[in-house]
């Protein structure tokens, strides 16, 4: 299931608090350098799928604190 041609692309969810920890996983927005690295090609659907996994880490992170 592709993006309509028209559909504005999701905007990053990057909050400018760039910073990986050991996992390579970045402490400001939860994605994996790997995911960081793929979203500019990412269409929407990947784009929320990635959205979707960085913030179960956002939040595996703050419940372990």
Same mark, same amino acid.
């Given at each position: 299931?592709?993006? =309509?041609? &028209? =559909? ?13 920890? =050991? ?7 939860? !994605?994996?350098?790997? =995911?960081?690295? &793929?979203?500019?090609?990412? &269409?929407?659907?990947?784009? !929320?799928?990635?959205? /979707?996994?960085?913030?179960? !880490?956002? /939040? ?6």
């Amino acid at each position: 299931m592709s993006s =309509e041609p &028209d =559909e504005a692309l999701l905007a990053s969810p990057c909050r400018r608090q760039c910073c990986l920890d =050991e996992h390579d996983q970045c402490l400001g927005c939860g !994605r994996t350098l790997q =995911e960081i690295l &793929d979203w500019g090609k990412a &269409d929407n659907a990947q784009r !929320r799928v990635i959205c /979707q996994a960085a913030q179960q !880490r956002l /939040q595996h992170r703050q419940q372990g604190r």
